[in-house]
Structure formats: C-alpha cells, structure tokens
C-alpha cells in the first residue's frame, strides 16, 4: 500500500510493510476454538503481554445476568444462554484495545459471525486441537474446584459431535489457525503475537 506523506511543497511517498500496517491498525484479537482450547487462558497471557484489557465472553454474560454460566443453561435452557452471549458479545466489541476470549459455541451463531466479521480492526483467531486432547484438558480443569462446569461437556459423545460440527465454523472464521496441541499456554500466546506480528510489551 502506498502511503503519500506532504511535505512542504514536496511529496514523499513511503512503503511501511504489512505488518506494520496490521500492527498500527488492529484493535482487538478474539481467541475461538472449543471448550478447553486454553482460550481464557491464552488471553490473559496475550492481554497481559500487550498491556491490554483481557474479556472473558462467559464472565461478561456472568457478570451482566448476575447468574453462573450452568445455572442460565439449567434455568433459562441454551437458546436463552445463546441470546445473552450475542448481546455481550456486541458489548465487548464495541472496546478497543482487548483480547476476548469467545465461548466454545459463540460461533455457532449467525449473528455472531457477522459481528466479529463486521468489526474493524479486529484479528480472529482459532486455538485448535483434536478433541481427545481438548476433553482430557476439560477433565483436568474440572478437578480444580474452583472451576466452572461446562453444561455442553456433560455427555461425552454430543460433545465430539458439537466439535466436529464446530470445526468447519471455526476454520472459516478465523484471519488465523494456531495448532495448540503441543504448546504450553505460554507457547500458544507467543504463537499468537508471532502470527499478528505484533511485539509484547511485556516479556512471559
Ligand atoms: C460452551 C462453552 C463454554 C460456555 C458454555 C457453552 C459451548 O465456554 O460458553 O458452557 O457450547 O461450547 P468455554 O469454551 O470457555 O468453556
């Protein structure tokens, strides 16, 4: 992109690359992918990296209900859930300088696809690993009693079903795809600032 620059009576024309140009521009990195992709985690590491502000879709819905994420699903049922994330999730994008840790099924939604593809200046990217790999990460966290249960891990089998449903959503959506698989969280935030190009701030 060529960027005309006025001098005085002279003009100078300059060529920053691109990824100076992503850098200067983006607002907002949204971290996707299924429960137990390390999502909240990694953001918090990324946030904390870039001196930004770190969101959690889950905790912003929390917060605004006044109610656990489990109790909206068991009290008000899923659609319900699913009505109350679209409307955090326009909240948040309307921030600048964050990184927004999506649910595992935000993008299964129309209207929240359209909202993270309608926002400028924000990168989308996919935290992916094969399920098996996922599910025991779920497994281990749920041991931590301080833990949030996760109503759509419940039965084994739907939830392999979700997430190769999932898949294809994910993919699509996101400007980049991280393989998570074999890196720690910290791994996967460098993994992250390395994609966008972006520098840390702050060293891990
Ligand atoms: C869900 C994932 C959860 C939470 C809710 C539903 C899903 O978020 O939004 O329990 O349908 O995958 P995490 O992906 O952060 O666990």
């Not at 931590?144 to 898949?167: C, G, I, K, V, W």
């Not at 600032?193 to 891990?204: G, I, M, V, Y």
Request: aromatic share 4%.
């Amino acid at each position: 992109m060529n960027v005309q620059i006025a001098e005085s009576s002279t003009s100078q024309s300059i060529e920053p690359d691109t990824a100076t140009l992503v850098r200067s521009r983006l607002r907002r990195i949204v971290l996707t992918g299924f429960m137990g992709a390390g999502k909240s985690t990694v953001g918090r590491l990324l946030a904390d990296r870039l001196g930004w502000e770190f969101l959690d879709l889950d905790s912003l819905i929390e917060a605004r209900t006044g109610l656990p994420v489990p109790s909206i699903f068991a009290e008000h049922g899923e659609s319900h859930f699913r009505k109350l994330e679209s409307q955090a999730l326009a909240s948040a994008l309307g921030r600048k300088n964050i990184v927004l840790a999506l649910g595992g099924g935000t993008p299964e939604i129309l209207t929240n696809r359209l909202l993270l593809e309608q926002t400028p200046a924000t990168a989308t990217v996919f935290l992916d690993a094969p399920f098996p790999t996922l599910y025991d990460r779920c497994m281990m966290q749920a041991l931590n009693p301080t833990s949030t249960a996760r109503p759509n891990l419940a039965d084994a089998t739907a939830a392999e079903a979700r997430f190769l449903a999932r898949q294809p959503i994910y993919r699509r959506l996101a400007h980049h795809t991280i393989d998570t698989s074999n890196l720690s969280t910290e791994e996967a935030a460098g993994a992250v600032l390395t994609r966008l190009s972006l520098p840390a701030k702050r060293k891990p």
